[in-house]
């Protein structure tokens, strides 16, 4: 009813329709800009123009002003109309022009709109329903009866006569309500799970988004380090290739200064032996026996010779000399950037279990049938426990060290805390909430943590590895340095308490192989 009384409000006078750019007069009535257009062009050279609703006169054409608010509430009001429009579902019973139907009479197979559905029977049998051009949908194929019932047992909607005679006879039925109300529960349970899942994936994407924000701000720092060092040493590259030139051509000076040297000397040469010939065509033996001597130039000219025989061997070992070091000087300046120079791992044998023999370098452990006489002491894991920990722990920063498994087929290799417990099961390393390991039992590899256990493929070629530790980041991951290298899984934890490198044994030994490199 309160659709209707709208759609007559929202009539323009003119077509009849809804207003379609409405414009207003100034007596307050509206209309469509192109109805009222045409009415005024129509009232030209009469004498004068009028309001086509109220008949008001105008001398001159009025003006027309648009009706914003009434254009928003026309549109707004076909915006929520556009599917009885688009089904062409009108009522009935209007016949003189179409109006839309408000609701449908399954039993009349009518649609009715505000009026006639005001006069409409209220007998039960009349069931109405939403506006429908296709009530057949709603009423049984076989019995061409309303459909009021559910079979829960053929998943169906059927009417009365499928229920008392048709194949439905003697099945659990339910009527349309209640069987609606259980799916409706059903779909609201439904809905309250993608909900929770909806809002875990929110969380795990502002998770993922926290992450990600850390891990820019980590690598912008990370290329501004980079940036850094690279422009120190493009300055310090540029610093050596100009003193390196300036000493290849200090070395072409040496040169030249010994050819000024010997230009000198061929002059003075020159004007001794002009005096020493004009000694010999003298007749006068007193003037020439009284005449100085020329003096010895023989040490002069073998000075020079030795001079440049002596140049011309140093000048390239002297820039190869000037070269290589300041190279190392460039490099040994690199480490102040982002590399720093590896600092070994070493065992700590006040550790060590007594059935583990670490060696003299304290670099490998291995499995000892003789019990090892060292004091039992809080430090120590116990004789059943073959483990050892690094004397080094680490705290901060990002940190890699390797292993050589190729002397044990059975072993534990990774990082825990200090306060490991040193007795009993729960000391072995990966099987407590204290430490992370990667853990390997004749062919088969795992990685464990706090006891829980993630198997990796079968056939893992190599029997050396990496341990990888960032600190910051919560991160301690596993790699093996075959070719190429393969990354086999990576532990994400809170670190609470600096980490010591760890190793189990079971049979054979176990060889650190390479230092702790942080960066």
Not at 117 to 127: G, M, W, Y
Not at 396 to 403: A, P, T
Request: proline share 4%; aromatic share 6%.
């Amino acid at each position: 009813m309160a659709s209707a009384i709208l759609s007559e409000e929202l009539e323009c006078p003119v077509c009849l329709t809804i207003y379609t750019d409405p414009v207003m007069l100034r007596c307050g009535h509206n209309f469509c800009r192109v109805c009222i257009d045409r009415v005024l062009d129509s009232q030209e050279g009469s004498a004068g123009y009028s309001c086509p609703e109220c008949r008001e006169k105008y001398k001159e054409r009025p003006g027309l002003h648009r009706n914003i608010a009434l254009r928003n509430i026309a549109e707004r009001f076909l915006s929520t109309q556009p599917d009885q429009e688009e089904a062409g579902v009108h009522c009935t019973y209007c016949v003189d022009s179409p109006v839309p139907a408000v609701m449908s009479c399954l039993l009349c197979d009518a649609s009715m709109c505000d009026k006639h559905l005001r006069v409409h029977s209220k007998a039960p049998e009349h069931i109405l329903c939403a506006p429908t051009t296709s009530p057949e949908t709603r009423k049984c194929s076989v019995h061409k009866k309303i459909l009021e019932y559910y079979c829960t047992e053929d998943a169906s909607c059927v009417c009365v006569t499928c229920t008392l005679a048709g194949e439905h006879r003697g099945h659990q039925v339910e009527t349309l309500q209640e069987a609606s109300e259980k799916k409706k529960e059903k779909l609201r349970n439904d809905l309250r799970k993608l909900m929770a899942e909806t809002e875990e994936a929110e969380k795990r994407v502002q998770s993922l988004e926290e992450r990600r924000r850390k891990a820019q701000e980590k690598a912008a720092g990370e290329a501004e380090r980079v940036t850094a060092l690279f422009r120190d040493l493009r300055r310090r590259l540029e610093e050596l290739e100009k003193r390196v030139l300036s000493d290849i051509t200090s070395r072409v000076q040496c040169y030249d200064d010994i050819i000024r040297q010997l230009e000198i000397k061929k002059e003075e040469l020159s004007r001794k032996m002009c005096h020493i010939e004009e000694l010999c065509h003298m007749t006068d033996s007193l003037t020439v026996l009284q005449e100085s001597d020329t003096g010895d130039l023989c040490d002069t000219e073998d000075r020079h010779d030795k001079q440049l025989h002596d140049g011309g061997d140093r000048d390239v070992a002297g820039i190869s000399h000037t070269l290589h070091t300041g190279l190392a000087d460039i490099m040994s300046g690199v480490t102040g950037g982002i590399y720093i120079q590896p600092a070994d791992i070493l065992l700590d044998v006040n550790t060590a279990g007594n059935r583990l023999h670490i060696s003299d370098n304290r670099k490998t452990a291995s499995r000892s049938d003789r019990r090892q006489k060292r004091p039992d002491t809080p430090e120590r894991f116990n004789y059943y426990t073959p483990q050892v920990l690094s004397s080094r722990s680490f705290s901060s920063g990002r940190h890699y060290w390797e292993v050589d498994v190729g002397g044990s087929d059975s072993w534990a290799v990774g990082m825990c805390y200090p306060s490991i417990d040193r007795r009993g099961q729960q000391s072995v390393i990966g099987w407590n909430d204290k430490s992370w390991c990667l853990d390997r039992c004749g062919n088969q590899y795992a990685v464990i943590h706090d006891s829980e256990g993630m198997k990796l493929p079968d056939g893992i070629p190599s029997d050396r590895f990496r341990i990888y530790l960032d600190y910051e980041a919560g991160q301690i991951s596993f790699y093996a340095l075959c070719d190429p290298i393969r990354h086999l899984h990576t532990f994400t934890a809170t670190f609470t308490e600096p980490l010591h490198a760890g190793l189990w044994v079971i049979d054979g030994c176990i060889k650190i192989s390479g230092g702790s490199r942080g960066v």
